[in-house]
């Protein structure tokens, strides 16, 4: 079956092993073109993250390695990590959302999301050029 996942960075289209309810499972590399994450001997890692998969409970296992290949569900994954989730089965889209934490974190962080805008002769200028060094930003409109 074929799914459609918005994530935060984008959206991607994966041929998932199936969906039971809002629940989503893929195969391991589904699951790393997905989402980035693969299956290891101490969890489910993305990069350094690793997350150790907790035993599975009633309907909210988040690796079932009972058929000839691990399946992992990143609906179950996503809600693991603090991650909103919204689903759509009947037409096979699932909406993972960024951790409320993540995003708070960034708030606190003070530091500014990146974004590029042209001087005054067009030429493009993007904040992260300028990282590191102290900045003055001005705005105005004329409404």
């Not at 459609?4 to 073109?33: Q, Y």
């Not at 997350?51 to 000839?68: F, I």
């Not at 691990?70 to 603090?82: D, E, F, Q, Y």
Request: aromatic share 6%.
């Amino acid at each position: 079956m074929r799914a459609t996942v918005l994530l935060p960075g984008g959206s991607v289209v994966v041929e998932a092993i199936g969906a039971e309810g809002e629940d989503l499972w893929l195969d391991p590399p589904a699951l790393a073109r997905c989402a980035g994450w693969e299956i290891k001997p101490e969890g489910l890692c993305r990069g350094a993250l690793c997350v150790p998969v907790p035993p599975g409970q009633a309907g909210q296992a988040l690796v079932d390695a009972g058929g000839a290949e691990p399946r992992v569900n990143l609906t179950a994954l996503a809600r693991h990590m603090g991650q909103p989730v919204a689903a759509s089965p009947e037409h096979a889209v699932w909406s993972i959302g960024e951790a409320a934490k993540d995003a708070a974190d960034r708030l606190l962080s003070l530091e500014a999301p990146d974004f590029t805008l042209p001087d005054m002769d067009g030429k493009p200028y993007s904040l992260s050029s300028f990282r590191g060094r102290k900045v003055f930003l001005l705005a105005w409109a004329s409404w």
